[in-house]
Antibody
């Protein structure tokens, strides 16, 4: 069964860069129908899509975060990563990695990591 | 950009009740509309994809319908374990949008 696990610091200072990694196990990271994505959730609020990456393609980012975000993938390690620069307090929240399935024109997140809480504070 | 509106924002219903949540899109989005369940303290879970397809392993009391700009999500007979926030989500090349969520409580 596919498992995704986020890892990274729980506390980051304002203006610094957050680096998170998602490790994929129990399934292929290079399958043609799968993308890999990051979604975040501020405390007590809704879900916000950050971006996706395909194993052999260009990453796509939420326009509201595009200037500060980089998503990359290392298929040899079965990992994909998120970097979010110039952090502010409003970036505090739970960050989820997820598998994005592409099927018959539709796209949906069918497997999620447990999430990791990131607090931006000095 | 396409915006998704969910109603109600929260609701309380009794065990066994039929519960319906709506998701309205600001533009035509065909049937590329998915529904997720997020229980307190947990990651979201996919329930319905492409408006009406039940994800494998999801109980049949959950269903989805709709097309165009108006979509519905229904719990046929509400159970205590259905207490959660439900989100609709749309894909519009290459962007993804989540609705604001509907929180379901038990009376």
């Amino acid at each position: 069964q596919l498992q995704l696990r986020e890892s990274g610091p729980g506390l980051v200072k304002p203006s610094e860069t957050l680096s998170l990694t998602c490790t994929v196990s129990g399934g292929s990271i290079t399958s043609n129908n799968y993308y890999w994505g990051w979604i975040r959730q501020p405390p007590g609020k809704g879900l916000e899509w950050i971006g996706n990456i395909y194993s052999r393609g260009t990453p796509y980012y939420n326009p509201s975060l595009k200037r500060r975000v980089t998503i990359s993938i290392d298929t040899s390690k079965r990992q994909f990563s998120l970097k979010l620069r110039s952090l502010i307090a409003a970036d505090t929240g739970i960050f989820y990695c997820a598998r994005l399935v592409s099927e018959s024109g539709g796209y949906y997140f069918d497997s999620w990591g447990q999430g990791t809480l990131v607090t931006v504070s000095s | 950009d396409i915006q998704l509106t969910q109603s109600p924002s929260s609701l309380s219903a009794s065990v066994g009740d039929r519960v319906t949540i709506t998701c309205q899109a600001s533009q035509l989005i065909t049937n590329f509309l998915n529904w997720y369940q997020q229980k307190p303290g947990e990651a979201p879970k996919l329930l319905i994809y492409d408006a009406s397809h039940l994800e494998t392993g999801v109980p049949s009391r959950f269903s989805g319908s709709g097309s165009g700009t108006h979509f519905s999500f229904t719990i046929r007979s509400l159970q205590p374990e259905d207490v959660a926030t439900y989100y609709c989500q749309h894909y519009d090349t290459p962007l993804f949008t989540f609705g604001p969520g509907t929180t379901v409580h038990i009376k």
